[in-house]
């Protein structure tokens, strides 16, 4: 009986453990992400051991941001609908390698370069790509889905 009750416990203690997990947020992340997005509401930060990301909703959308480690912004992502995606990135996509490829999800990315790029998820069978375009229609870069 005393096994079977600090079984009990012990499923308890990890299971209420993990719902409490607090991410130690960089300061430079926090302070940069406030002055860059003061009108973001259901802020959800997490720590994906090579990054922290931070995903929230304000009048753009859902977007999530991603941080270093140490604290700078690499980038963020604005979730869009397809029907967003400007005409000469379509038309550009339709003329490349990837026109018989399903289009999965679509963001606006933001990163600390400068740049803005359209990231598509390209699908076909079990393989899946992210191809980028600036607002011109020109593939800037491709890269594998995680």
Known sequence: MKYLIFFIAA?????????????NVPKKSQNHFGKKYPNAKEVNWANNVTDYQVKFKDENGTQRAYYHMDGTWNFTELYID?????????TSLSKSRFSDWAVGSCALVENNKGQKLYRLEMKK???KKFVFYDKNG????????T
């Not at 397809?82 to 379509?90: G, H, L, M, T």
């Not at 020109?138 to 889905?145: G, P, S, Y």
């Open 11 to 23: 499923i308890f203690f990890v299971a209420t453990s993990a719902d409490a997990q607090v991410i």
């Open 125 to 127: 069978g079990i393989e």
């Open 138 to 145: 020109k593939e800037i870069k491709t890269a594998a889905t």
């Open 82 to 90: 397809r029907s967003k995606v400007p005409a000469d990135v379509n």
